[in-house]
């Protein structure tokens, strides 16, 4: 008797762990992409910091567009030379979503105007031994050409994660900071992660 209740009672089990495990699936394979979300994110076309809002072109469409402000800094000290650049970012571009899931692959192209402002500080002895200082402010405009690879996963109530790799290409003209010189058409790879809510 206690042999037929247990097999019953394993029998429902299975049973009931079927039914959610399809219910799940079924409930991932309807999933429709909310139309735009807002987010925070490191690393990508700005390098540092940003925050960015993305949109559908209707709901669930694959097709979508992104605008981000961002924002990174660079600071360097060697013999006497104290530099410090920020990088101010406005980035726009179009992406591509593949897959009907929670989970897809995220493909974009964009480009990201940077406004490059650098100081430079030179402390130096003079002929009388007195130690002078030199400072030195400029400030340049570049354009990067990127492309974005990566995952993208958004829950039922919103939560999403990104992450993936951007590759760029600057298409203006170099700048120099006090440990290297950047030019035009150098590429650079810049991998990202963000977290943000989908609504």
Request: charged residues 20%.
């Amino acid at each position: 008797m206690n042999e037929k209740k247990n097999k019953g009672l394993a029998l429902a089990l299975l049973l009931m762990g079927f039914s959610l495990t399809m219910t799940a699936r079924t409930a991932d394979s309807t999933f429709v992409m909310p139309q735009h979300s807002i987010y925070g994110e490191v690393g990508g076309p700005c390098w540092g910091v940003s925050a960015n809002w993305d949109a559908r072109l209707k709901k669930d469409s694959p097709w979508g567009y992104q605008v981000g402000l961002g924002w990174a800094g660079q600071w360097d000290n060697m013999m006497g030379i104290h530099t410090h650049t920020m990088y101010y970012g406005l980035t726009t571009g179009v992406n591509y979503l593949i897959g009907k899931r929670k989970s897809r692959l995220e493909l974009g192209l964009g480009n990201q105007l940077r406004l490059i402002s650098s100081k430079l500080v030179v402390a130096y002895m003079d002929k009388e031994s007195d130690i002078s200082i030199k400072s030195e402010n400029k400030t340049q405009v570049r354009d990067f050409l990127y492309m974005n690879v990566g995952y993208r996963y958004t829950t039922t109530h919103g939560f999403q994660f990104r992450c993936g790799v951007t590759p760029m290409i600057n298409i203006t003209n170099g700048w120099t900071t006090s440990d290297n010189t950047y030019s035009k058409g150098d590429v650079f790879l810049a991998p990202y992660v963000s977290f943000g809510k989908a609504f």
